[in-house]
Nanobody, 125 residues
């Protein structure tokens, strides 16, 4: 099972930008579909973005379309989430997730077998 470690969270003002990263262990990273989810206090974990093993298929939640960009570097075993025009409602713990399943349609939490510990993103108004 792949091990995932997020980094890059922090505090940013509304309208600002932040990039979070997720480094994966193992030699099969390029075979994984990768996802980003977020969870605010008292809320369910929600889908943010997902990217196929090749990077050729990408999905976003409607709430982040046009503001967030997911990408991956298979040579570095890393997936990124670039977050621009951040809003206070983006405040949450951001988790990356991995699974071997083929990305076909917007994924849900149960589609992913491996999860990182999460990184806190706080957007102040």
């Amino acid at each position: 099972q792949v091990q995932l470690l997020e980094s890059g969270g922090g505090l940013v003002q509304a309208g600002g930008s932040l990039r979070v990263s997720c480094a994966a262990s193992g030699r099969t990273f390029s075979s994984y579909t990768m996802g980003w989810f977020c969870q605010a206090p008292g809320m369910d974990r929600e889908f943010v973005a997902a990217i196929s093993w090749s990077g050729g298929v990408i999905y976003y939640a409607d709430s982040v379309k046009g503001r967030f960009t997911v990408s991956r570097d298979n040579a570095k075993n890393t997936v990124y989430l670039q977050m621009n025009s951040l809003k206070p409602e983006d405040t949450a713990v951001y988790y990356c997730a991995a699974d071997f399943r083929v990305l076909a349609g917007t994924p849900v939490v149960d589609d992913f077998a491996s999860w990182g510990q999460g990184t806190q993103v706080t957007v102040s108004s």
